[in-house]
């Protein structure tokens, strides 16, 4: 007679957040290095972290692909690719100087963001943006304009502070991956102040951070613990971590990889939360699922609150080249 060992392991059902992880400007992103080297071959530059994920740099970076912090880190004759998260318009310019190739990564979100702050400005508006100091997004749509045409405000705090040239002639605009609800706070602010403000019809946070903030409080109250798959500086990740804390789950943490989970801490927990922020792939959060089926009988589940089907093209450079390289 066989007998069978009773199994030990604990049930642990994962409850993943929908839409969740890729973009369409990351994936625009990455596309966009990738065809760079198959066209050009190695290396092709990339000026910053072209997404916020140290998975993905790695990959671009075992395919050829060379991160630089500066434009003066590239040599001559080699193309560079500007980040998703857009440049200053000094960057381009340099560039230019230098008869430098180059390929503009920044998300089509972010250059919107980009063309109504050139709007405003155009049309004499001092231009408030709502963002985080030091973000390469901010520092890229501050870089548009001269100096002193964008101040920043970070909270509500700030729009008490502000001090501006013409209260009458003020617009918003803000970072695309801000928390919604700490934008609409600090936009209300702004406009208990400065009544006579432009600005977009919605606040500019993009499509994808507000799906991923919008499925994350779904899943928040239901959930024990939630892990965000992100990089630490990557800052539609942190808010995704800052929204499951406010709706429900204080037990909401970023993690990089699945190497990086405190499985002990989650000993206890039955109903684990999955999402991942923009710029983290899939692959990660599979990694994730894999390490908890080693220690729990995981049953999978997924809660979709919206679906997103946007796409952007290619720069035109790259799709003039695959034109005129398909005609050969
Ligand atoms: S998070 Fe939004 S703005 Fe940023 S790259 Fe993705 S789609 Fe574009």
């Known amino acids: 007679m066989t007998t069978s060992t009773p199994s030990t392991t604990l049930p642990l059902t994962i409850l993943l957040a929908a839409p969740r992880g890729f973009c369409a400007g990351v994936d625009r992103a990455i596309q966009i290095v990738e065809t760079a080297l198959d066209r050009y071959g190695p290396p092709v530059y990339v000026r910053h972290e072209i997404v916020h994920n140290r998975f993905v740099v790695q990959s671009l970076e075992a395919k050829g692909a060379v991160f630089v912090d500066e434009l003066t880190e590239v040599p001559d004759g080699r193309p560079v690719v500007f980040s998703a998260h857009g440049v200053p318009k000094s960057v381009p310019k340099a560039a230019d ?3 430098l190739f180059y390929l503009d990564a920044t998300c089509p979100l972010v250059s919107k963001v980009h063309r109504e702050a050139e709007r405003h400005y155009e049309e004499g508006r001092q ?3 709502i963002g985080h100091a030091g973000h390469p997004e901010v520092i890229g749509t501050m870089g548009q304009l001269p100096e002193g045409a964008v101040v920043l405000v970070e909270t509500v705090a700030d729009v008490a502070g502000l001090q501006v040239r013409d209260p009458d002639n003020l617009a918003y605009a803000t970072q695309t991956t801000l928390s919604v609800d700490e934008t609409t706070e600090i936009l209300a602010a702004l406009q208990a102040r400065f009544p006579a403000i432009a600005g977009p019809k919605k606040e500019d946070i993009c499509y994808a951070t507000t799906n991923r903030q919008a499925a994350v409080k779904a899943i928040a109250p239901k959930v024990e613990a939630l892990l965000v798959l992100g990089a630490p500086n990557s800052s539609n990740s942190k808010r995704l ?3 499951a804390k406010t709706h429900g789950c204080p037990a909401a943490q970023l993690v990089q990889r699945a ?5 002990s801490a989650l000993a ?3 109903m684990l939360g999955i999402t991942a922020g923009a710029s983290a792939p899939e692959i990660l959060v599979e990694e994730v699922i894999e390490a908890a089926r ?5 049953t999978v589940e997924e809660l979709r609150t ?3 089907n946007i796409v952007f093209k290619l720069p035109r450079a790259l799709l003039e080249d695959r034109v005129a390289a398909e005609e050969v």
């Open 97 to 99: 100087a230098r008869g």
């Open 127 to 129: 231009i408030v943006l």
């Open 241 to 243: 971590v800052e929204v």
């Open 259 to 263: 190497a990086d989970i405190d499985w």
């Open 268 to 270: 206890g927990v039955r």
């Open 294 to 298: 080693a220690r729990f009988d995981v």
């Open 306 to 308: 919206a679906t997103e």
